[in-house]
Structure formats: C-alpha cells, structure tokens
C-alpha cells in the first residue's frame, strides 16, 4: 500500500490575471504569491513531506513552483504529471468556466463536460505509476484532492493524506 500526501498548491498571486488582462490557460502561467513561497518552504519541513520518496506534481505553474520549492528544501526528485492538471470544464478545451457564462456566441452550443468519473480515473492512473514507493507527495490542485477525498474548502499548501 502506498501512503500519497496530495498538497494544495501554495497561494497563486491571482492579481497578475487582472494586470495583464489573462485569460483562458495562460492563467495557469500565475506564480505564488510571496507568501505562497514562504508557505512552501515552511511546508518542506513537515515530516511527511520528508518521508516521502518522491515529489509529483500538476503543470501549472502554481503547482510546479510549489513542488520546485519542496525538492529545493528536501533534495528529492521531482517529475512533472501532465494528468495531475486541474478539472477542465470543457473536454474541447475552448472555454472556461467564466467564458461559458458571459459569452452569449455559446448559447445553444453542447459542450462535452467532464464527468467526475474520468477525472478520478484520470488520477488513479498517474498515481498507480508510483505504486512502488511506500510514501509519495502528490502537489496539486484542490478540485483534484476533492475528487479523492471528498473534502472540500482545502488550504493551500496543506496537507491531505490519501492511501491506495
């Protein structure tokens, strides 16, 4: 049985969305916060953290630079999960959430959600890869650790522990 500690990401400085007008997945370009980086560092010196054998994580930039802090501070490897990204609303990838509500061009247009289903069995499959480590940190997002876990309201750069 592998013991998986899934991390929220540590706080993204969303303020550069409305700065440089982002929009659509360039927004998962946004870095922590300042206090992102001291929560992550802070993070590194949790015990399970430290236990852990590896460190896999999301793409997006707030994940990624959470993880880059917990491998600086442990020394432990790190491997980027293009399946760890977060839930997507639309399987076409041509909106998000904010889109499809204001945009009146959508109205009567079917979108292809994806189902929660898929989403589990998306990240059961990349967690299963790591099956072979007894401990394994998982940084990620928080619709992601729901899907898991059924929890809800996670904080950032907190710690959810999660067996398989």
Same mark, same amino acid.
């Given at each position: 049985?592998?013991?998986?500690? =899934?991390?929220?990401?540590? @706080?993204?400085?969303w303020?550069?969305?409305?700065?440089y007008?982002?929009? $659509?997945?360039? +927004?998962?370009?946004?870095?922590?916060?300042?206090?992102?980086?001291?929560? /992550?560092t802070?993070? /590194?010196?949790?015990?399970? !953290?430290?236990?852990?054998?590896? !460190?896999?994580?999301?793409?997006?930039?707030?994940a990624?630079?959470? /993880? /880059?802090i917990? *491998?600086?501070e442990?020394? %432990? $490897? =790190?491997?980027? #999960? %293009?399946?760890?990204? #977060?839930?997507?609303?639309?399987?076409?990838? *041509?909106?998000?959430? &904010?889109?499809?509500?204001?945009? *009146?061009?959508?109205?009567?247009?079917?979108?292809?959600?994806? @189902?929660?289903?898929?989403?589990?069995?998306?990240?059961? @499959? +990349?967690?299963?890869?790591?099956?072979?480590?007894? @401990?394994?940190?998982?940084?990620?997002? &928080?619709?992601?650790?729901?899907?898991?876990?059924?929890?809800?309201? !996670?904080?950032?750069?907190s !710690?959810? #522990?999660?067996?398989?």
């Amino acid at each position: 049985m592998t013991k998986y500690y =899934l991390v929220r990401h540590g @706080e993204p400085k969303w303020s550069l969305k409305d700065k440089y007008h982002l929009k $659509e997945s360039i +927004v998962d370009h946004i870095p922590l916060t300042k206090n992102g980086v001291k929560e /992550a560092t802070r993070l /590194a010196k949790d015990e399970r !953290i430290r236990n852990s054998q590896i !460190i896999i994580t999301s793409p997006y930039t707030r994940a990624l630079h959470t /993880a /880059a802090i917990l *491998s600086r501070e442990t020394g %432990m $490897e =790190l491997r980027v #999960e %293009m399946q760890l990204r #977060e839930w997507q609303p639309d399987t076409l990838f *041509s909106m998000n959430d &904010e889109d499809e509500e204001n945009d *009146s061009r959508n109205l009567g247009k079917k979108k292809i959600w994806l @189902e929660t289903k898929s989403l589990k069995g998306r990240i059961l @499959e +990349v967690l299963d890869k790591y099956s072979e480590y007894s @401990e394994v940190t998982v940084v990620t997002h &928080e619709m992601i650790i729901n899907t898991l876990v059924r929890s809800r309201d !996670i904080d950032y750069c907190s !710690i959810t #522990e999660f067996e398989i």
